[in-house]
């Protein structure tokens, strides 16, 4: 199984009916400027939703694909970004979900029963966390 930010995109996809364009990040475009860098992510994907409209790119156009160096990582970053949009309304809320070394980030725009949609995808291609 291809484990890449753009193929777990694409899985989800192909599961979500209302995702379309997938963008790959690269250093020329990323948002969060940390791709590649030592404390970083190694690669990254940003999947968009019709249901949603965005400005920029990141999980607010839908959904984000996040690959960490280890799933400590990631749940490092998961725990951090739930630990700011905790402390304020002002931020907005997106979903996150842990597999491995991937997080993948949803935006807090779609409805719980929407975002179970992008968490069934995240499931059915990498399978559901163990706990």
Known sequence: MDASAS????????GVPTSGDIVQITEDNDPNNVIGRPTGYADAATLYD???S?????AEC????EIWGDPAAAQARMDYIQEILGSTTVLGTEYDY???NAIIRV??????SEAAEYEAAIDGYLGAPTE
């Open 98 to 100: 842990v597999r491995g």
């Open 50 to 52: 019709s249901r949603v």
């Open 7 to 14: 193929a777990i995109a694409s899985a989800i996809k192909a």
């Open 54 to 58: 965005c400005d920029e790119l990141g």
């Open 107 to 112: 935006t807090g725009e779609l409805k719980p």
């Open 62 to 65: 839908g959904a984000s694909i």
